[in-house]
């Protein structure tokens, strides 16, 4: 097992900012979970900068101690390492597609959970593509459905678009899709006919503020069942209140004490991994939003632990 | 009908920020709905900044699409543009009003109904004076009640005293009035003494953290009914989590959510005006105050498209 | 009685920024409640600058008008003046707990009630030592026990062991002490075994989700009873949202209404003495924690009239 | 003699923030030199803010020592305190400068000499108006010349306009008037032309690049000779790497070295007063334009002293 | 003769960002000057968020009056307006480096000058292959000579190889290329070794510090002779204490006033074109860096006036 | 030797930021130059926050590349590497100072020079305990002397006073110091009697001024000579202008151009040690003070390698 530096002998400022101050490792057969940096924005069609994400999110990570308000102490039962940032190009998309896959593959052969710290929304399509071997289901946090199609003409990967190519390309069973908190406003009608059509839960804000957290999580646990599943938590499906630091961000969204609560309720499902995406540090200058995002990867380590204990 | 740019053409960090990335128009008579900036913050008894809050209003405004997440469409059915900035004077405050007052009578005198971006609240009494030919009733989302009287001896125009100075003017029915969010800490017992005996409503924040949101707009309609009304939105009206870039901040307000819902659910009423006033950007570090701002308008919209289709 | 400067005739940009805008005084047998700010941050152990809080917390109080909005007046009963700081050494954490003790002596001998801005959290222990003759009951709001023991090897005093140094010395009763809002994550298990094993009352966040915050306050009032008690509100309660500026921010915390709402109920005990602490001016580009903290200042001060009527 | 606090005692983080940590005082027949802040921006073009500007220049003024670099002290030969801040109107202009006026005649009367921290420009006509009994000399250091006649139909005070309505009122001695840096970009080809024909010797920065500051300062107390003279120092003169927290920002200034030099460079003229303007805080988010100021104020308070001796 | 807007009529806060106030108009027969933004940072191989360039430094350029410091008025002489933002593709590199080409093509066909705001310095690229029909000469001031090869493997367009590409593609002649203030750090000692061997004119900031402005833009005028020649100012020339917010800053480089001298000694050169690239608001908190950016733009107007009239 | 990640393969902002990109090693024994954090700053009188400066300089120091612009190239001749951050205390300086002391042994033992990012600069205090067997001379840039004896009564270890300490136990020669910079204001007349008593040589500012940078090191090295000597530069020696962000600002300080220059005519000493002090990220918006200081790290390095190789 591998422990975060105690901060009651090296203080959280001190040392180097690994995510929640694990070691890092470059084999993913030595941990059970991988903690993971994929500081990639090219797919951004507003308002870049989350390629420093990872970093940031490290940084705040300092703040982060070894058990959860729950109790749940993932070091005791998980090996917990930080296996540093993808390799990505910021100037070729696809090159940077193929990168981020070719990085996650042997993650997922090792059978390692890569919980990763984005970058951008069109992350997650290269992740599935290298971790998902059959079509699997999807918990998403989101603002947005992200199931648009194509963007200035004719180019089909932004981080509008991701879930909608991970169904074409069957890496997402979207029948076991859930997507929560979608809420921002929409260019067409149509916006959201693909998730729907081809069977994705849409769990709009509105459609929120009428249950509670545990309800609605339970409906989530109802669809996705025991098969494998994918987590991916927009940084913007929190309100900005909390997290200003993102590219689109839209007023009205979670608070943390709800997303904290949904995601602490996902316990024991079979996670094969999960992503906190969209913290663009340039547009966070209180540093707020990259620690929401540290804490929500906490918080997901926390709830993978159930499961792999 | 006018449209927003394409943001799949052209991203919404190019262009000309006007409103929602509508066109610029000089002529009230080919819109339904009049965006309109008054930079005037000579009013202010405390921290200036508001003249500076159409421009960055403007600016975030990039981020809405067309339809509101309710599905509201108002460019389908409405003639909308952005009708520049009102004249002001940042150095005469009664050359300020009279010239705001003129800009905004060919608005009412065309038919159309404006929704202006502050600015601070003394704007609301010109604005007011141009397109009130009779008394009407008013919607005041506040933590403050804006109907003092007399400030830095015998001065009657700052932000703080539109209301009194509309009903004393019989622009507004006081018996149509309803002022909600109302919190701030009060100089005098007496401070709202001359709202209640002319008949305002106040819904203090107390009151309303005892309801829902959808109670409170049921009774504020009942109030309201069928007759003319204006709608004033002060961003301190939401809590400074979101929307600390404001002159006279006071924590405890409206979650956006709560905004949201509560101005969405106003559908249907006989809105002759809207604002969103107090967004002052130099304390606004990160943009979210003007982002909740455009964002508001855009409901505020939304809400209006009800009626006019 | 003092009064505030008008801020009708006296602009609150303008003048010296006291706490509320009240005078300065020297002699605590002047005042019924004292306002004073302990600058220190000596015993912070991540991220320092709650030396700069009081100047900060003062420059937001001018904001705070005479009444708060449930109509308490606190200056229409009592007389209250801002006593300045105590003297401190900001290198010398023993000297500075020693000087800060002393500061506060006189005020409990004169009867005073202090109200002090911190500083970090390690200030309540000398403010403690300073004016409970007797072990007094607790209301603290947090985000972390801070009843941890040592650090750094075998350092006793830091902002994270004050309440349990203050039972060891016999200035708290722990059976009449009651913490709302812990949700920090862990070091170890045993992180309230100290606090627990005592007898204090601790209700987390997610107790507090579950209920409503008049219960809350409810059973804090059974069990903190008439005997004399100490409010200790460390800033980090807050959600971040609220309150960034801040050393050890927790996402999901206290929302500004629930905050107000719990003061305010407390009124009618018998309070000795109250902080608000942690603010860290560095940390708070917007003001806003400041602004928070000046504002909880003020509630508690209106909640403290009650009694002292 | 005053004293500031001792910083080796009192933390310059600590205690109330008055002018170099002098005391207040309310008697101008105390001191010699009365430091002063006028909390006033009404007569501001564009970009508001300089209300603020005297509460932080003197915060920042904490971080001033007794004496210096050119070992001088001016606390050993000279009473100096914080006489606290003018009385203003922020939305009244014309009771603005009659209220200013009023409050800097009995400073003149008891022989003190006021260094004044603004506000916008506009303040020093009222600050002349108050102090100078027959017409004085002026030595101006600024990016702009501030002769401009109207502005917004025909509004004669604005922060453009002080010198040309000074010399019109018989305040100053054009032939005695020296402007220094002047680099802004201009309206007209005549927009210098008042100042020329009256007599104004305006050194640009262009011709200053070509000199030393010995060489211009030798110039300038050429023209002034041993007449009573006012200093105003705009803070735009300083180039806005040093100075960005000011309304009208002209890159190219001077380095704060060049200021530093020539302002010490004027001792022991006939000062009769100096002010320090145009310090806008809301757009200064690290807090060095003021402390530029301070700094300013203080080299002109030790410029001062040779005289007072 | 196209006019900005009147700041004694209209304040330079109202009103549409343009540049420099000036009409946005479609059709470039209308201009002798086009003023352009290019919102595309795809070519950044670190900091991203020059494709917020353009707009703020419209934004800024509120500040610009007519005539500049030395008596330079463009708009007496020549028909300069705002024609919008080149489209883009943030997404797609090299569609978008075509869309920016044929943008200016019709600029240049119309006899047009365009001075553009970028964008990042990949941009000149496709500006010189809109403009440039034979190989045209190149002033150049950087901290880096942007003339690598390849990044991320085999990607020859990025915004450190834009003048590399230009001269295999003859669009540059490097015998009349001028590079000045290159003192950036060296991945390789072969790093300028192209630029060199071509026969481009390194001045590095060395150098440059051992000569005067003059002489050195002497030796420039001497290289570039009166074939057409384009302009092209990195705001990374600059010295970060002016221009912090950029991709790459470099401390060490020009003030604003050596800037400012240089640009306005080019007057009289047979110009076709220039630009100001690499302004990236998001690590711009004080705004600073637009506005150099938009006085560099005012200033290279100034300069291309004398050619123009 | 190790190199540092190749950015034309890893983008600068992947990965993690150690110091300049170089591997993390722990044995001193395996290095020329050993790159240390000591994020220490209880030693500060003023505005804390230097304890985050190491990890900010890190994360800046992505940004330098291999080679200086006078074509030093460290990483061909020299080992180097990042050996990480000293231990520190937060609250206990006796046993912070104890703990670097003990840290710095092994690496002057092991004849390796290290360079240091700090921390306030107490720090150097312990440092030259560590590394100097005999006294050794100081070449020092600063805005202050730092030879203060006792600070909040009879404390001897602060910010102010590390080099009268170091003199004190005869770690430095002060026949062979030097101090470059010094313009704060003073507190005494007699602030610099010890250093000169003793013997340094203290080149004010105003001298500076009146010199060249080269002629001005030309004195320094006739001083120094041949013997061992450290290095230590104070942020607040450069202009805050180009570093705001630490605890003791002073406007007219030098331009990173001389200091830059400076520090590289150093080349060729015998230098056993550098530092890089009072960093203070939390009061450095735009990060740009980190920057100058990890440059300056960087120049310190190649002024090293000179004597190294």
Same mark, same amino acid.
């Given at each position: 097992?591998?422990?975060?530096?105690?901060?009651?002998l090296v203080p959280r400022f001190a040392g180097v900012p690994s995510f929640?101050?694990?070691?890092?490792?470059?084999?993913?057969?030595l941990v059970d979970v991988a903690l993971v940096g994929v500081p990639f924005d090219g797919g951004t069609t507003n *308002?870049?900068?989350?390629?420093?994400?990872?970093?940031?999110? *490290?940084?705040?990570?300092?703040?982060m101690r070894r058990i959860n308000a729950n109790g749940v102490s993932p070091y005791d039962s998980l090996r917990v390492?930080?296996?540093?940032?993808?390799?990505?190009?910021?100037?070729?998309?696809?090159?940077?597609?193929?990168?981020?896959?070719?990085?996650?593959?042997?993650?997922?052969?090792?059978?390692?959970?890569?919980?990763?710290?984005?970058?951008?929304?069109? /992350?997650?399509?290269?992740?599935? *593509?290298?971790?998902?071997?059959?079509?699997?289901?999807?918990?998403?946090?989101?603002a947005h459905s992200d199931?648009?199609?194509?963007?200035?003409?004719?180019?089909?990967?932004?981080?509008?678009?991701?879930?909608?190519?991970?169904?074409?390309?069957?890496?997402?069973?979207?029948?076991?899709?859930?997507?929560?908190? /979608?809420?921002?406003?929409?260019?067409?009608?149509?916006d959201l006919d693909f998730a729907r059509a081809t069977g994705?839960?849409? /769990?709009?804000?509105?459609?929120?503020?009428t249950r509670s957290p545990a309800d609605v999580i339970s409906e989530v646990r109802e669809i996705i069942g025991t098969h494998p599943t994918y987590i991916s938590f927009d940084i913007d499906s929190l309100d900005p209140s909390i997290a200003v630091g993102?590219?689109?961000?839209?007023?009205?969204?979670?608070?943390?004490?709800?997303?904290?609560?949904?995601v602490r309720k996902l316990r024991g499902l079979n996670i094969i991994g999960a992503d906190v995406v969209e913290v663009s540090p340039p547009?966070?200058?209180?540093?707020?939003?990259?620690?929401?995002g540290a804490t929500m990867m906490f918080e997901l380590l926390c709830t993978i632990t159930a499961k792999a204990k």
């Open positions: 097992m591998y422990e975060p530096l105690d901060a009651a929640f101050r694990l070691p890092f490792l470059n084999d993913p057969t *308002r870049a900068g989350t390629r420093h994400g990872p970093r940031e999110i *490290r940084n705040q990570s300092s703040l390492a930080d296996l540093g940032d993808a390799p990505i190009n910021p100037i070729n998309l696809l090159d940077a597609l193929a990168k981020i896959e070719a990085f996650f593959k042997p993650i997922a052969a090792a059978g390692a959970v890569p919980i990763t710290a984005g970058g951008d929304h069109l /992350i997650t399509l290269p992740i599935l *593509r290298g971790i998902a071997s059959h079509p699997v289901g999807l918990i998403h946090f989101d199931t648009n199609d194509k963007y200035f003409g004719d180019n089909p990967y932004t981080h509008g678009s991701p879930f909608r190519r991970a169904v074409e390309e069957n890496l997402l069973d979207p029948k076991r899709a859930v997507q929560i908190g /979608i809420r921002g406003s929409y260019y067409h009608e149509s994705f839960r849409i /769990i709009t804000m509105e459609e929120f503020c993102t590219g689109t961000p839209e007023i009205g969204g979670f608070t943390a004490r709800e997303a904290q609560t949904m547009f966070d200058p209180s540093g707020l939003t990259a620690l929401a």
